[in-house]
């Protein structure tokens, strides 16, 4: 699943080739948006400016009008040359909006919605999110406020749980708490302050290296390579995620793996430098 790093790349690509632009031409494969289109046509629209919040991507057009898309597991968005080849199949794409010097496609795209500011400002799900941990304004003690409303939940739950703090996915939550020593299987209600201020700044820490202006700014949604360790070989990137059963970075001892929270997200860990102090793993 494309974690908020993604997004956010994604939509200062895509901000970067369309804002200012004039849409020449629309296309969807999703009746709801193609119902907005032939009552309101996107063709002949500016698109002002695109954004991210959380896990969601933001395309603004002029006439109070607002494509929001997720992503989900298998989403993305492309960017091209008019003419150039697409790297996916045209029968997967859901969105194309085209301009004169570059085309937005968006493959695979499970949720895309169009809203006008006020409907925008309705929408739960948008509207309910977390602290984002790449927003300029974000606020680490709001966060820590947020998360702790969920005493119950384990910690690797909680990292997901956007309502709590948006933009982190699976591959940062292992990693954060790894670098952070704590068990993503301890109940929140049983972290220190310390322990909880750490998670969080990792968190924002992590998320912002990987966003910079030398993180692969892709023409093609970026999905891989991600860095937390600071080692420059790539087979060194990440501290826990995906390495069970090989040794951990720091002590040698066997990393393991388990399924976690009602959606089975493999959380990853190492049981000695993230011993377990409230749920035994």
Same mark, same amino acid.
């Given at each position: 699943?494309?974690?908020?790093?993604?997004?956010?790349?994604?939509?200062?690509?895509?901000?970067? +080739?369309?804002?200012? =632009?004039?849409?020449? *031409?629309?296309?969807?494969?999703?009746?709801?948006?193609? /119902?907005?289109?032939?009552? !309101?046509?996107? !063709?002949?629209? %500016?698109?002002?400016?695109?954004?991210?919040?959380?896990?969601?991507?933001?395309?603004?057009?002029?006439?109070?009008?607002?494509?929001?898309? =997720?992503?989900?597991?298998?989403?993305?968005?492309?960017?091209?040359?008019?003419?150039?080849?697409?790297?996916?199949?045209?029968?997967?794409?859901?969105?194309?909006?085209?301009?004169?010097?570059?085309?937005?496609?968006?493959?695979?795209?499970?949720?895309?919605?169009? @809203?006008?500011?006020?409907?925008?400002?309705? @929408?739960?799900?948008?509207?309910?999110?977390?602290?984002?941990?790449? +927003?300029?304004?974000?606020? *680490? *003690?709001?966060?820590?406020?947020?998360?702790? %409303?969920?005493?119950?939940?384990?910690?690797?739950?909680?990292?997901?749980?956007?309502?709590?703090?948006?933009?982190?996915?699976?591959?940062?939550?292992?990693?954060?708490?790894?670098?952070?020593?704590?068990?993503?299987?301890?109940?929140?209600?049983?972290?220190?302050?310390?322990?909880?201020?750490?998670?969080?700044?990792? +968190?924002?820490?992590?998320?912002?290296?990987?966003? %910079?202006?030398?993180?692969?700014?892709?023409?093609?949604?970026?999905?891989?390579?991600?860095?937390?360790?600071?080692?420059?070989?790539?087979?060194?990137?990440?501290?826990?995620?995906?390495?069970?059963?090989?040794?951990?970075?720091?002590?040698?001892?066997?990393?393991?793996? /388990?399924?976690?929270?009602?959606?089975?997200?493999?959380?990853?860990?190492?049981?000695?430098?993230?011993?377990?102090?409230?749920?035994?793993?």
């Amino acid at each position: 699943m494309p974690e908020g790093d993604t997004i956010f790349r994604a939509a200062r690509t895509l901000n970067r +080739a369309l804002a200012g =632009h004039v849409v020449i *031409a629309f296309e969807t494969q999703l009746a709801q948006l193609a /119902r907005v289109d032939y009552d !309101a046509p996107i !063709a002949g629209r %500016t698109v002002e400016s695109v954004d991210a919040t959380g896990k969601w991507l933001r395309m603004y057009f002029s006439g109070d009008l607002i494509l929001i898309t =997720h992503m989900l597991m298998s989403g993305s968005w492309h960017i091209y040359r008019p003419g150039e080849r697409w790297k996916v199949r045209y029968a997967e794409m859901r969105v194309a909006i085209y301009t004169k010097d570059f085309v937005a496609v968006a493959f695979r795209v499970p949720i895309a919605e169009f @809203h006008t500011a006020a409907t925008l400002e309705r @929408h739960r799900s948008v509207q309910r999110l977390g602290p984002d941990v790449l +927003a300029p304004e974000f606020d *680490a *003690a709001d966060a820590e406020r947020q998360l702790r %409303t969920r005493p119950d939940l384990e910690v690797g739950v909680g990292l997901l749980r956007q309502s709590l703090i948006s933009g982190m996915g699976n591959v940062f939550k292992s990693e954060v708490c790894f670098a952070s020593e704590v068990n993503p299987f301890r109940l929140i209600g049983t972290l220190t302050a310390d322990e909880l201020q750490l998670l969080i700044t990792n +968190a924002r820490k992590f998320m912002l290296q990987n966003v %910079t202006e030398t993180s692969n700014d892709s023409i093609v949604t970026y999905t891989g390579m991600r860095r937390t360790t600071g080692r420059a070989n790539p087979s060194e990137r990440l501290w826990v995620y995906k390495r069970d059963g090989e040794p951990c970075r720091r002590c040698g001892t066997v990393i393991v793996s /388990r399924k976690q929270g009602l959606e089975a997200r493999v959380t990853f860990w190492c049981p000695t430098c993230q011993i377990s102090q409230a749920a035994s793993p």
